[in-house]
């Protein structure tokens, strides 16, 4: 399944606290994720640091966890 590349982002900007898992990490940088931080929640519910996930997509176009494609439109 491929995603368009402009939708790869469910949910935008900082999300309430509890929409967070607890102990909850980022798998590209692996530091925690929590309300203080911006993060965001890919369609696949993985969650990433804004920043992490944004430099993660310039190289890959696809979600780091699950492999899930998403297509440059």
């Known amino acids: 399944m491929n ?3 402009s939708e790869y982002f469910n949910t935008p ?3 309430p606290s ?3 898992p607890e102990d909850i990490e980022c798998t590209i940088c692996c530091e925690p994720i929590d309300e203080s931080k911006n ?4 369609v ?3 969650y ?4 992490c996930i944004h430099q993660w997509f310039i190289v890959k176009k696809e979600c780091p966890n699950c492999k899930l494609k ?3 439109q």
Do not use: D, E
């Open 70 to 72: 998403f297509i440059q």
């Open 13 to 15: 900007g900082k999300c």
């Open 3 to 5: 995603i368009s590349i």
């Open 39 to 42: 993060f965001r929640k890919l």
């Open 48 to 51: 990433f640091h804004t920043t």
């Open 18 to 20: 509890y929409i967070i």
């Open 44 to 46: 696949c519910n993985h």
